[in-house]
Structure formats: structure tokens, C-alpha cells
């Protein structure tokens, strides 16, 4: 098993532009997780997938930010109109199901920069 | 609402020295905790985790942490720092959400290893 991946590992935009990250996890891992990492501060909770279905979001994030799990398998955050605040890294996990103290494994994240 | 407060964001010790990384704690449900390490430009690692089973607990690279429920802590500690030990360390506890567990995270503890 090679881990989580994510792609790209770095991407620099515009402010306005649109981006879109992607997060392959685990294979057979059926719940994933997207968390935002500024500098200097540790991981915020996003959002979370089971399966395809999208349980939960964070107030964190915002109309601009919409994210997908398709067929349950890969996912995608995509960013509408970037502002500068929204430079962060942005991190994928996964875990498989199970209890609630399941290691949560985490890809080596998403750096976004907005000029 | 489960929260982390890991004191010192900046610790620095000697090659050979004591790690003792502070982590407090504050959960309304029985808590589960975690101490995750990261290294520049990667994702974080799972160390160790607390999941009612033991208080102390063992975890890779050496280390270990001690769940004192009476303290609301769970302190990190290595009995001798090793060079490769320099990295952030963040401390989280897990929060329940629909159908599965988020991690909410303290702001990291970046460990120093002097020659």
C-alpha cells in the first residue's frame, strides 16, 4: 500500500482564481478527511466522507469551498475565488472503518500560496 | 467541545536529554488522544495514542505519554533525544461527529535537538 497521496503537492495562484486539490486515500479506507494547516498552527477540520456521502462540514469552510468523494473512492476540494487567506496546506487522511480511536493517516498535503 | 493546549510552542533540548512534551486536555466524552509527529514538507505520523485500554502509553521512535485523567494531561516524553527526533509535534483529541471521530489538534510543539 503506498499511503495517501495528494496532487499537487504545491500550487501558486492568482487571488480570484479557482483551484482544485485532489486526495487518493488507502485503498479499501472508506472514511476521508480534509483538514486546513496555517503556519504555526495545527491541523482545522474541514470536512469528512463516508463512502461517496458527505457528513460533515466545519464552519470553516465557506461557500467557496466545495468538496466531492465520487463512487467513494477519490476526492477533490476545490476553491472558488481564492483570497489570500485561503494560502494555507491543505491535508487529506484516511481511515478504515471501525472504532473511534482509528489512526487517521494523513497524505503530505496540499501548500497553497495566493498572490 | 474538545480542545488542546500544548504549552510551549518552541522546545529545545541537548542530544542525549530528557523530551518531555506538555499536552492538555479538555473533552466532554471520555477522551481519545493522540500525539502525531511532523516533518518539514510532510504529513503527519501517528506516534502514540490513548484509547482507555492503558495510561501509559508506548509509542514508536521511543516514546511514550501518560494519560492522568485528575491533570487533563498527556505529556509526551523520551528518556534520550535523538537528532532525528527535531521536528513539530501536535497533540489531539478526538471529537465524535456523524459516524465516525474528528481530531482536533493543539498548535504544535517544534522540538529542537541541540549537538
Known amino acids: 500500500d503506498t499511503g495517501v497521496s495528494q496532487d499537487p503537492r504545491h500550487k501558486i495562484t492568482k487571488r480570484g482564481q479557482n483551484v482544485t486539490f485532489r486526495c487518493d486515500p488507502i485503498?479499501?479506507?472508506?472514511?476521508l478527511y480534509w483538514y486546513r494547516q496555517t503556519l504555526g498552527q495545527g491541523p482545522e477540520f474541514l470536512t469528512y466522507?463516508?463512502?461517496?456521502?458527505?457528513?460533515?462540514k466545519s464552519r470553516l469552510l465557506s461557500d467557496r469551498f466545495s468538496a466531492e468523494r465520487p463512487k467513494g473512492s477519490f476526492s477533490t476540494l476545490e476553491i472558488q475565488r481564492t483570497e489570500q487567506g485561503d494560502s494555507a496546506m491543505y491535508l487529506c487522511?484516511?481511515?478504515?472503518?471501525?472504532?473511534?480511536?482509528?489512526?487517521?493517516?494523513f497524505g503530505p498535503g496540499t501548500r497553497l500560496t495566493v498572490l | 467541545a474538545q480542545s488542546v493546549t500544548q504549552l510551549g510552542s518552541h522546545v529545545s533540548v541537548s542530544e542525549g536529554a530528557l523530551v518531555l512534551l506538555r499536552c492538555n486536555y479538555s473533552?466532554?466524552?471520555?477522551?481519545?488522544l493522540f500525539w502525531y509527529v511532523q516533518y518539514p514538507n510532510q504529513g503527519l505520523q501517528l506516534l502514540l495514542k490513548?484509547?482507555?485500554?492503558?495510561?501509559l502509553v508506548k509509542g514508536i521512535n521511543g516514546f511514550e505519554a501518560e494519560f492522568k485523567k485528575s491533570e487533563t494531561s498527556f505529556h509526551l516524553t523520551k528518556p534520550s533525544a535523538h537528532m532525528s527526533d527535531a521536528a513539530e509535534y501536535f497533540c489531539?483529541?478526538?471529537?465524535?461527529?456523524?459516524?465516525?471521530?474528528?481530531?482536533?489538534f493543539g498548535q504544535g510543539t517544534r522540538l529542537t535537538i541541540n549537538p
Open positions: 487522511a484516511s481511515s478504515p472503518r471501525g472504532g473511534p480511536y482509528n489512526e487517521q493517516f
Open positions: 473533552s466532554s466524552v471520555p477522551p481519545y
Open positions: 485503498s479499501e479506507h472508506n472514511r
Open positions: 466522507f463516508q463512502n461517496e456521502a458527505q457528513l460533515e
Open positions: 490513548y484509547t482507555s485500554a492503558a495510561t
Open positions: 489531539a483529541v478526538s471529537d465524535p461527529i456523524q459516524g465516525a471521530q474528528k481530531l482536533v
